[in-house]
Protein backbone atom coordinates (compact mmCIF):
# COMPACT_ATOMS: atom_id res chain seq x y z
CA UNK A 1 0.00 0.00 0.00
CA UNK A 2 1.55 3.46 -1.00
CA UNK A 3 1.86 6.28 1.56
CA UNK A 4 -0.69 8.33 0.27
CA UNK A 5 -3.37 5.20 0.43
CA UNK A 6 -2.25 4.66 3.99
CA UNK A 7 -2.68 8.29 4.99
CA UNK A 8 -6.35 8.30 2.68
CA UNK A 9 -7.59 5.77 4.67
CA UNK A 10 -7.41 7.63 8.45
CA UNK A 11 -10.24 9.85 9.24
CA UNK A 12 -9.65 13.63 10.26
CA UNK A 13 -11.77 15.48 12.37
CA UNK A 14 -10.68 19.42 11.26
CA UNK A 15 -11.25 21.61 14.09
CA UNK A 16 -11.51 24.28 11.82
CA UNK A 17 -12.32 27.00 14.76
CA UNK A 18 -8.95 26.06 16.64
CA UNK A 19 -6.19 25.22 14.74
CA UNK A 20 -3.63 23.48 16.57
CA UNK A 21 -0.75 24.59 14.77
CA UNK A 22 0.30 27.83 14.21
CA UNK A 23 3.39 28.39 11.70
CA UNK A 24 4.55 32.31 10.99
CA UNK A 25 5.63 31.49 7.21
CA UNK A 26 5.90 34.95 6.37
CA UNK A 27 10.06 35.78 7.11
CA UNK A 28 11.24 31.95 7.04
CA UNK A 29 14.92 30.90 5.46
CA UNK A 30 14.87 28.53 2.79
CA UNK A 31 16.98 25.99 5.18
CA UNK A 32 14.41 26.09 7.77
CA UNK A 33 11.62 26.04 5.51
CA UNK A 34 12.57 22.63 3.52
CA UNK A 35 13.26 21.02 7.12
CA UNK A 36 9.17 21.14 7.41
CA UNK A 37 8.96 20.77 4.02
CA UNK A 38 11.07 17.69 3.71
CA UNK A 39 10.12 16.67 7.23
CA UNK A 40 6.53 16.17 7.58
CA UNK A 41 5.39 12.84 6.70
CA UNK A 42 1.79 14.63 5.79
CA UNK A 43 3.58 16.97 3.29
CA UNK A 44 1.47 19.47 4.85
CA UNK A 45 4.30 22.61 4.25
CA UNK A 46 5.22 23.86 1.26
CA UNK A 47 7.27 26.34 0.09
CA UNK A 48 5.47 28.53 -2.52
CA UNK A 49 7.06 30.74 -5.56
CA UNK A 50 7.14 33.92 -3.35
CA UNK A 51 9.61 32.28 -0.90
CA UNK A 52 6.56 32.01 1.51
CA UNK A 53 6.11 28.81 3.66
CA UNK A 54 2.43 27.53 3.18
CA UNK A 55 0.86 25.43 5.96
CA UNK A 56 -2.49 23.50 6.37
CA UNK A 57 -3.43 21.82 9.63
CA UNK A 58 -5.84 20.01 8.16
CA UNK A 59 -4.28 16.10 7.51
CA UNK A 60 -2.00 16.66 10.51
CA UNK A 61 -1.04 13.32 12.35
CA UNK A 62 0.05 14.96 15.23
CA UNK A 63 3.51 13.39 15.16
CA UNK A 64 5.25 16.59 16.56
CA UNK A 65 8.18 16.42 14.03
CA UNK A 66 7.92 20.16 12.73
CA UNK A 67 8.02 21.46 15.94
CA UNK A 68 11.25 19.14 17.02
CA UNK A 69 12.78 20.71 13.34
CA UNK A 70 12.01 24.55 14.27
CA UNK A 71 11.22 25.18 17.75
CA UNK A 72 9.28 28.64 18.37
CA UNK A 73 11.56 29.63 15.17
CA UNK A 74 8.27 28.78 12.40
CA UNK A 75 5.96 26.97 14.89
CA UNK A 76 4.25 29.35 17.11
CA UNK A 77 1.58 26.98 18.08
CA UNK A 78 1.80 23.20 18.49
CA UNK A 79 -0.86 21.44 20.72
CA UNK A 80 -3.12 18.64 20.43
CA UNK A 81 -6.89 19.22 18.78
CA UNK A 82 -9.15 19.57 21.50
CA UNK A 83 -11.40 16.28 22.48
CA UNK A 84 -13.06 14.45 19.88
CA UNK A 85 -10.66 16.49 16.90
CA UNK A 86 -7.95 15.66 15.45
CA UNK A 87 -6.67 12.09 13.54
CA UNK A 88 -7.98 8.30 13.93
CA UNK A 89 -5.52 6.62 12.61
CA UNK A 90 -6.79 3.69 10.58
CA UNK A 91 -3.76 1.78 9.20
CA UNK A 92 -2.02 1.30 12.56
S1 LIG B 1 2.79 17.36 13.73
FE1 LIG B 1 3.69 15.99 12.17
S2 LIG B 1 2.08 15.68 10.65
FE2 LIG B 1 1.49 17.44 11.89
S3 LIG B 1 2.22 19.22 10.75
FE3 LIG B 1 3.83 18.67 12.23
S4 LIG B 1 5.20 17.28 11.14
FE4 LIG B 1 3.31 17.41 9.93
Given at each position: MKLEERLGANKYYVDETCPHIIID?????REEAMKLVNGCPAGLYTLQEDGKLAFD???????GTCRVLCGHSVVKTWKYPRNAKGVEFRQG
Open positions: GESVSFAGCLEC
